[in-house]
């Protein structure tokens, strides 16, 4: 079984940094696709990243602000989130796909957890 548990949200100024940890269970954790979306009110779920065995993908967005990792030993996803504006407030989630899937559609992920919200005030 697995249970992403996200942790690391709160409220920082723009212009500053945050960092969000995953934890998930599960012995065959290198062999997921990990990957973070947000949604902020009014809108629609979006992806943000993603973290394969060997390879990175980003939205457009956040491409050169936010860099997302994972640790196996820990079975957690980290992502690093810099140089954060307003319109980056939204919750986070956290999700964990056990297939192939497309990394972006967030349908394609098998478990998630239960988000956490991040604030950045202008």
């Known amino acids: 079984q697995v249970q992403p548990v996200e942790s690391g949200g709160g409220l920082v100024q723009a212009g500053g940094s945050l960092r969000l940890s995953c934890a998930a269970s599960?012995?065959?954790?290198?062999?997921?696709?990990m990957g973070w979306f947000r949604q902020a009110p009014g809108k629609e779920r979006e992806f943000v990243a993603a973290i394969t065995g060997g390879n990175t993908y980003y939205a457009d967005s956040v491409k050169g602000r936010f860099t997302i990792s994972r640790d196996n030993a820990k079975t957690t996803v980290y992502l690093q989130m810099n140089s954060l504006k307003p319109e980056d407030t939204a919750v986070y989630y956290c999700a964990a796909d056990l297939s192939y899937g497309l990394v972006y559609r967030a349908y394609e992920y098998d478990y998630w957890g239960q988000g956490t919200q991040v604030t950045v005030s202008s």
């Open positions: 599960g012995r065959t954790f290198r062999t997921y696709t």
